[in-house]
């Protein structure tokens, strides 16, 4: 959704990069560019011009750092001032100690409410609370149906006692259901309309005193833009919401609701829904979404997704058997399928820090059908094969081209790939493992806890070691320059070819 705010960003940043001095008419001049951005981004006017002072402010103030170059303050205060607007600290659904706790979910008609609940309810039953849905949007008999449907695909209990009539009365009703069932919560889908008007705001107000809600939970459609401000208002006053959800996050359109509404209203966002899956839906975090808008990555995200995918003893036996480069087919299967459960890879390239741009093309390469094909080959060989590739003579390569339908070229080029992966990271092996990044002690790659603490530690501020003002600085170059192993096109070691040949130069020296 952000990627045309991310380019003119870029854009601004690189008239500052190589710049000795942050001067005013310098700032005015990327403020003007700034400020463009975010309005063609669909912003609230008056949040751009809350926004572009408060980073004019600070850009000129006394507070500028002379351990960072121009590219790289402008950087680290518009991150700062971006999770300021977007509600600096991350808001948890507070459920209280109510039993059942109710969550009352409002917003204009088309905009995601009952899709919404159905994620909702999704995750909380993953966190070990069981849910029930109440079907209170007896406008559109087919919402009540739809939810009928998410109900069921998730196994969670739908409270839908009639398709017309009184929302108030099923709201009411479905605490003493939600008691029968022993269910610990209960979410309320309520009405919309394409437009806010009296009926339905006196509606919504009347099914919240009804039922008392613990969480007032304001859907808004991301896409809608501008427009976001007034309807946010609107809710604020009839139903005074608790927090919001943003929906369609994945769309193409310019982002502006979820850059203002928050702002505007001083509600927090809670959750933003990613996707049409229904377990596309994620905790919202200032921090981590202005890292991803100005292509910083969201390494912390990117790390929960993978320790909900692997268990702690296969994360270390994992990471262990890649750095020693005994890493197998059947390993390396595995690993494939466990990537595809973290979601689509050209998402997860965007989390890594630095890969904003310099990956941007190869996303556009990334086919999720190849590593279908891939996944294909590896099941159509028998264990022994894939634990012991070498073995795979023509005759055996033959029969697993059949298995899968592909030529025995492809098997040839996957095994030569293969190969070249398994050395590149035998030789990287201790290098990474130094830096905590490898098996044993180190917990895998992605997984422990201990470098998702230390992550967070540093993206609060921890002085030295701040991750912005590191991210900032590795954005301010080269992208991939601050990466380990990752020179670039002038640094050397940027791909497995380059970091193959270190080695041998090594040798040819000792000789």
Do not use: W
């Not at 007896?138 to 398709?163: F, H, M, N, T």
């Not at 058997?321 to 997860?348: R, Y």
Request: aromatic share 4%.
């Amino acid at each position: 959704m952000f990627n045309a705010l991310q380019e003119r960003l870029d854009a601004v940043f690189d008239r500052f990069r190589g710049s000795k001095t942050l001067t005013e008419e310098q700032v005015g001049e990327g403020l003007r560019e700034i400020r463009l951005a975010l309005l063609e981004a669909d912003v609230n006017f008056k949040v751009v011009k809350t926004f572009v002072g408060r980073i004019r402010e600070r850009a000129i103030g006394a507070e500028v750092s002379e351990a960072l170059n121009p590219g790289q303050q402008i950087i680290k205060i518009v991150n700062e001032e971006l999770v300021t607007i977007l509600g600096e600290q991350s808001a948890p659904l507070d459920l209280g100690s109510a039993s059942p706790a109710v969550i009352m979910m409002a917003g204009l008609q088309g905009a995601g409410k009952t899709t919404a609940s159905g994620k909702l309810a999704k995750l909380l039953k993953s966190k070990g609370r069981q849910p029930l849905l109440v079907a209170c949007d007896l406008q559109r008999p087919a919402a009540v149906k739809q939810l009928k449907v998410l109900g069921e695909r998730i196994d969670v209990p739908v409270y839908a006692p009639k398709l017309e009539g009184d929302p108030v009365e099923v709201a009411q009703n479905a605490i003493a259901e939600a008691k029968r069932l022993n269910c610990g919560v209960v979410i309320v889908d309520t009405a919309g309309r394409t437009n806010v008007d009296e009926e339905m705001m006196q509606q919504a107000a009347d099914i919240k005193a009804a039922v008392n809600p613990v969480e007032t939970l304001f859907v808004i459609d991301a896409m809608i833009g501008q427009e976001a401000v007034n309807v946010a208002k609107a809710f604020q006053e009839a139903v005074d919401f608790t927090g919001v959800i943003l929906s369609k996050l994945d769309g193409d359109a310019r982002g502006g609701a979820a850059l203002s509404v928050a702002e505007v209203t001083g509600r927090p966002i809670k959750f933003a829904s990613v996707g049409e899956k229904l377990d596309e839906f994620e905790a919202f975090h200032p921090d981590r979404m202005a890292g991803r808008i100005l292509g910083m990555g969201d390494v912390l995200t990117l790390i929960e997704k993978a320790e909900e995918v692997y268990e702690e003893g296969q994360r270390e036996e994992q990471a262990e058997k890649l750095m020693k480069g005994e890493f197998t087919l059947e390993d390396f299967l595995n690993q494939l399928q466990s990537v595809k459960q973290m979601g689509p890879i050209g998402k997860l390239l965007e989390m890594i820090p630095g890969m904003g741009k310099a990956m941007k093309d190869a996303q556009a390469e990334v086919d999720e059908d190849d590593l279908k094909r891939i996944e294909a080959i590896i099941q159509s060989m028998t264990l022994e094969e894939r634990r012991n590739p070498k073995i795979l003579n023509g005759k055996r390569k033959k029969r697993v081209a059949k298995g899968c339908g592909r030529s025995s070229q492809e098997i040839n080029e996957l095994l030569r790939s293969y190969e070249e992966m398994r050395k590149m990271m035998k030789n990287l092996g201790p290098m990474l493992g130094g830096m905590g990044m490898g098996g044993g002690g180190g917990g895998g790659m992605l997984g422990q806890a201990k470098a998702a603490r230390q992550l967070q530690k540093a993206m609060a501020g921890g002085g030295e070691g701040d991750l912005m003002e590191q991210l900032a600085a590795m954005n301010a170059g080269d992208p991939m320059s601050g990466m380990p192993g990752m020179g670039g096109p002038s640094g050397g070691g940027g791909g497995p070819r380059r970091n193959k040949k270190v080695p041998k130069r090594k040798k040819k020296k000792r000789r």
